[in-house]
Nanobody
Framework: QVQLVESGGGLVQPGESLRLSCAASGRTVSSTTMAWFRQVPGKEREFVAAIRRHGGGTYYSDSVKGRFTMSRDNAKNTVDLQMNTLKSEDTADYYC???????????????????WGQGTQVIVSS
């Protein structure tokens, strides 16, 4: 079992930055493929970023590439999502996800993850 708890959401203005954090328990983040997804009410949950286990690489959606950075802190057993140059379209509930398998073909898919956090809200508005 993996338990995930997100933090760091909030209200920011366009162009500003925000850092989300996901604390994991029950398994080390280094041995777990971790990801961030986001969801707007009425829409499907969409992939944002992922970091594969055992140094397998980091992946981003086209909409956030170059603005968001996902990282892993093995000492704290957390994964972070640094979000820069935020846009209004980044407004969503952000969810941390984990899988013990980390198959490359499913790393961007909701169905590829069996563990989810409760989500944290990000609002980008002037």
């Amino acid at each position: 079992q993996v338990q995930l708890v997100e933090s760091g959401g909030g209200l920011v203005q366009p162009g500003e930055s925000l850092r989300l954090s996901c604390a994991a328990s029950g398994r080390t983040v280094s041995s777990t493929t971790m990801a961030w997804f986001r969801q707007v009410p009425g829409k499907e949950r969409e992939f944002v970023a992922a970091i594969r286990r055992h140094g397998g690489g980091t992946y981003y959606s086209d909409s956030v590439k170059g603005r968001f950075t996902m990282s892993r802190d093995n000492a704290k057993n957390t994964v972070d999502l640094q979000m820069n140059t935020l846009k209004s379209e980044d407004t969503a509930d952000y969810y941390c996800a984990a899988t013990t398998t980390g198959i490359l073909s499913t790393v961007r898919q909701v169905t590829g993850y069996g563990y989810w956090g409760q989500g944290t809200q990000v609002i980008v508005s002037s």
